[in-house]
């Protein structure tokens, strides 16, 4: 979904409060999902990388962060290899545990439609296959758990110790009972920060029935709380700014005698 303005400059600042006001100087920042860049279009880094699935997208926002490295490249198909050609920059960033942000808005897409029919044409990646090989089967049928699963092997691959996600999803695999060996796993390498949740309506087109979570984490060796995540309630105003209405705690029941 394209990203609103008003909410891409919340994100901005709730990144700013985590890792510091100077962190798009201080961070090696990838969007693997950059579509036309509203992400990032808006703000100047160091060392930015911006990827999507479509050359299509990257030849609209050509006049955008101009100063990043951009290229055509499917995050969960391609090959890290692909990257010594691509964008050798990020390449040699992961060998050299430099600090990385994965700053990303991924598709929602899911392999069960509203029906409840399964339908593999989504999901069928060749990061499928990774998950398939290494018996990580829970994330096979959300593209959104497939992008975080990949971070977590980057992470794990070139044993990142400074690694973040910023990411809008939706909250369920936070939450829902299918999704826990995957948080197990994700939360024995990554800490939640913090989040903010809105309603989905406020992207253009999208239904008000379901929310979308902005979430940070952090790499770390364990999760101080993998059940709580507190996240603030906000909405945009008429006079164009954001609208703090209180917290949720998106929880699971992960480590309860009922999961």
Known sequence: FYTPTLFVDYAHSMIEKELGVHWKDNYVVWDPACGTKNLTRDYRFKELYCSTLEQAELDISKNYNKEATSFQF?????????LKVKAPGLLEAFE???????????PYGNSTGGNGRYSTSITLTNNSSTIVASRANYCLKDLITQFLFRI???KKIYNLTNCNICIFSKPKWLTGGNYKKFRHDFFNNFDFLKGCLFSASEFANVSSIWGICFSLFSSSNSCVNANEFNHELIKSSDDYSI???????IYNIDNSELS
């Open 243 to 249: 609208a703090k209405l209180g917290n949720k705690v």
């Open 96 to 106: 050299l545990n430099k600090p990385i942000v994965f700053f990303l808005n991924p």
């Open 74 to 82: 499917d995050f969960l198909n391609d090959s890290l290899d692909d």
């Open 152 to 154: 977590l092997n980057i």
